[in-house]
């Protein structure tokens, strides 16, 4: 099982190596590798990494935010296929197999538009997954948090039925966020894996978690909530952490969960690990 933080926690005052000690100092084992501004890790980073990797530490790298192979412009989805592909070669020069990005925007934002981007992302990934050695690495498109996004989770299942490399990400927050407040209780979040499990049978034990909870508009996703913080009307963030570790343990999902809670990504994942670890088996 993965708990673990999607960069360095802001709370971590210290070297880049002393994080890793820092983490598993209370008991959490992953980190995703933050490549917002491009898939770019320094030599010594990189050298850390490797050392760690399936040996104390799972990793996983999102990939730049710029990525957008739905985009109506062709420059911008020449450059996104071209981005995948050196995003998988340093993946895999580091040993890692866990890419995840967003589907993106860009699109024609109808339902024809919709399915228009879709089939492009799905066309562009088997492409390019076609013309390199993808080894291990396995790509994870992830649920958008704006109900504009791509990435719906039929999006998502779409492209991930489709293309032989990709799995579902599920940042249950964004979902959450997405569908303006969907998920009130457990039955629902509970059916929605449920679904993903249908449909994608061989791919859900690989399924890639983010978990927090998220301040949401009609629009979706405002903001990330810290671990613990109420919404702005004083109501309990949503959705509920502890629902999700249960629906995890009842559907036996291995769990690979990083945590993005504003400012307190540590707490919120060590929260999870301990409610998961306190379920009884
Ligand atoms: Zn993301």
Redesign the pocket.
Known sequence: MVFGVAGVPTNYKGKFAGVFPWLNSIGLNGFEIQCTYGFKISADRQEIIKKLNNNGFYFSI?APYYINLGSLNKLVEKRSISNMKEGIELAKSIGVNRI?F?PGGGHENTPAGRIKAINQIVNDINQLTSEIDMGDVKLYP?IGGKTANLGSLDEIIEICSRCKYCYPCI?IAHLHAREVGSITNKEILKEKLLKIKQALPDKFDYIHF?AYTINYGDKGEIKHLKHGENMPDGSVGMPSLDDFVTILKELNIKPWVISEALDSQELGASYMLNKYKSLST
């Open positions: 999102h995840i967003h992830e940042d983010h």
